[in-house]
Nanobody, 124 residues
Framework: QVQLVESGGGLVQAGDSLRLSCAASAGAFSSYAMGWFRQAPGKEREFVGATTWRGAGVWYADSVKGRFIISRDPAKALVYLQMNSLKPEDTAVYYC?????????????????WGQGTQVTVSS
């Protein structure tokens, strides 16, 4: 069983930065990768980025590439999402997830464990 807990969301202005954290239980270390997704009201959950616990694997959605940075601290079982130059369209609930199935990194169906989500609101 894997437990994930996100934190760090909040209300910021356009252009500001915010860092989200995801605290993972030990079971997450056997996952293929740790991903960040987001879901805005009335929209489907979409891939933001992902990283592996070991090695240099990191992936980003085109919409956040160059603005968001994913990192991890295996010793603390933490995964981070540093969000810079935030835009109103980044407003969403952000979720951390553990990828437990082989396949496309962006595919939400490959992730079996999810956190409760944290709200990020960017005002214009």
């Amino acid at each position: 069983q894997v437990q994930l807990v996100e934190s760090g969301g909040g209300l910021v202005q356009a252009g500001d930065s915010l860092r989200l954290s995801c605290a993972a239980s030990a079971g997450a270390f056997s996952s293929y990768a740790m991903g960040w997704f987001r879901q805005a009201p009335g929209k489907e959950r979409e891939f933001v980025g992902a990283t592996t616990w070991r090695g240099a694997g990191v992936w980003y959605a085109d919409s956040v590439k160059g603005r968001f940075i994913i990192s991890r601290d295996p010793a603390k079982a933490l995964v981070y999402l540093q969000m810079n130059s935030l835009k109103p369209e980044d407003t969403a609930v952000y979720y951390c997830a553990a990828k437990t199935k082989a396949g496309t990194i962006e595919d939400v169906r490959k992730y079996d464990y999810w956190g409760q989500g944290t709200q990020v609101t960017v005002s214009s």
